[in-house]
């Protein structure tokens, strides 16, 4: 299982927003601190805030902050939002294009389940949880730890 990465900096960002409750996290501290390109960070930054998760405030004093609380973010939520389940694992079947191999294929059936266990072992996960032994505030780089 490999999340694309920006599944990976959408929960890396929302855990650093989560940690600082107390003032909006900046660009450059997400970039500094999570050891991901500006470009990914502004890219999953748009993401978020257009589905509702963060919200984001320019100029002096700016930056961003969890726009719903932690304990209603489901971890499940952002990786379908980032990755959708046909990026997960890839069929043709899925497009109008025609599976040779489809009688016999039982790789889409083990995909089909392993993705299954996947949402079963993250469900009931939250922000809240994933965040709860990270340290922002002592100024701990998060891009060797994930």
Not at 49 to 55: H, L, Q, S, T, V
Not at 63 to 84: C, H, N, P, Q, T
Request: with cysteine; hydrophobic share 40%.
């Amino acid at each position: 299982m490999h999340l694309n990465p920006s599944t990976n900096g959408a929960l890396r960002i929302l855990m650093i927003c989560r940690k600082s409750p107390g003032r909006p996290v900046t660009m450059p501290e997400m970039v500094r601190h999570l050891g991901l390109s500006e470009s990914l960070v502004v890219k999953s930054c748009h993401e978020l805030m257009r589905a509702g998760y963060i919200r984001g405030r320019r100029g002096n004093g700016g930056g961003y902050k969890l726009a719903r609380a932690a304990e209603s973010i489901d971890v499940m939520e952002i990786i379908e939002l980032f990755e959708g389940e046909e990026n997960l694992f890839p069929c043709r079947l899925a497009q109008d294009e025609e599976c040779r191999i489809v009688t016999a294929c039982l790789l889409r059936v083990a995909c089909e389940r392993a993705y299954s266990a996947f949402k079963n072992e993250l469900k009931g996960w939250s922000l809240a949880d994933i965040a709860a032994d990270m340290d922002f505030d002592a100024g701990v780089s998060m891009s060797s730890a994930c």
